[in-house]
DNA sequence: TCGTTATTTGACCATTCAGTCAAAACGAGT
DNA sequence: ACTCGTTTTGACTGAATGGTCAAATAACGA
């Protein structure tokens, strides 16, 4: 049936999926419009609408394309001696990701502060992952390797914490003048988190 | 030239800015519309634009009203014996406000998402106060009250650990289930500024 | 009660925007 | 050069939406 995509298809959907992470991220989902995504995709709107069926198409496929991306850092916690790294690890990993792709966070908290219409079918996933995570920072506590914390909201703490760098973005750099955020938030965070855990 | 509004006056344009809140903070600037906000004030269109010159008069009368509010317990931060105290009391104060007033936030949250384009005046002003509170804590910082800490960064952390769970309600609810996120945030928030600041 | 002012609204306009369609342009194989 | 499937687009439609306006209705003081 479904005929394997042709180069052309294959760039030209990525650079429509580029352009709508852009302006997407940018205007949130209402906000967007088509000839907008259009034009940053170097394309015109009905070309567009050959290769996704609707606005919404480019949303949701941009939506769920990037949920696996944006939940690989708390996946790879595991296990093992040094729970602190391992979560200090996991906090830097989560703070590089909103340097390297704000749009991305951006897009995201968009996503969730209007309820997160387009994304609860993912919500069950995010909650089982969570779980599973917070039942292992819970064995940690148990055992003594870190202090005694609530490990939902010491993952909360952590996207927010992290997050916080994109998603207010704006705000952040009004603040500090010339100064790059991240610079001092490394430390910041890092002395945070270890302070948090440390038996 | 201008009269003193009349109670008409006072309590339409009254419900017109809650009504306004509860669309704004829902869907964002772009996503409200004008007929759901009359709709929502109980009014037709026509006459909620008798009160309000345009949909943007609306927008921004709501957020410069707010701003105060949100920066109130920021201005409240004083010099005093226990600085940890004080600083303990503003994180708490924060919460307080996410739980209370979960849409201002999000309007707020909104806002500096899109890159604050109609919040950009009052930048300046935010910036004075968070150097000024800056300065207060590095002070604490100098003197050895509270442990070494980058007094900006301090204040963002307490922004996002306390914001996070205004605007991404839907999220912690999915990820907690039935549990009130807020019982187990004011004591984690309690413990993390603690551990954070103490010498 | 009457006249004046404040309030309310139905009808309307112009623009924007998601999505459609038929036809044109292109491209790869022959 | 021809054919057939793919890609591209100009022109269009219908619905939504911000905003206007003249006329109707309510409030209120004299």
Redesign the interface.
Same mark, same amino acid.
């Given at each position: 049936m479904s005929k394997p995509p042709t180069r052309i298809q294959q760039r030209n959907r990525a650079s429509i999926l580029a352009a709508g992470l852009d302006v997407f991220s940018?205007? =949130?989902? $209402?906000?967007a419009t088509l000839d907008q995504i259009a034009e940053a995709a170097g394309m015109s709107k009905p070309n567009l609408l050959y290769y996704f069926s609707s606005k919404e198409d480019v949303h949701t496929t941009l939506l769920s394309g990037l949920l696996d991306m944006w939940l690989a850092p708390l996946r790879a916690v595991s296990d093992c001696d040094d729970p602190i790294l391992e979560l200090l690890k996991y906090a830097q990993a989560k703070l590089d990701l909103s340097r390297d792709y704000p749009r991305e966070s $951006?897009l995201f !908290?968009?996503e969730?502060?209007? =309820?997160?219409p387009r994304l609860s079918p993912s919500?069950g996933a995010?909650?089982s992952l969570?779980?599973e995570k917070a039942a292992l920072i819970q064995s940690w506590v148990d055992a003594g390797k870190i202090?005694q *914390?609530?490990p /939902?909201?010491?993952i909360?703490?952590i996207?927010?914490?992290t997050? /916080?760098?994109a998603?207010?973005d #704006?705000? #952040?750099r009004? #603040?500090?003048?010339d100064a790059d955020p991240y610079v001092? !938030?490394v *430390?910041?965070i890092d002395? *945070?988190v270890r $302070?948090?855990l $440390?038996p």
């Open positions: 940018q205007h =949130g989902f $209402r906000g $951006r !908290a968009n969730i502060l209007q =309820g997160a919500m995010l909650k969570v779980d202090a *914390t609530d /939902h909201h010491l909360f703490s996207w927010a914490l997050q /916080h760098y998603d207010f #704006v705000q #952040v009004a #603040v500090l003048g001092g !938030a *430390t910041h002395r *945070t $302070r948090l $440390r």
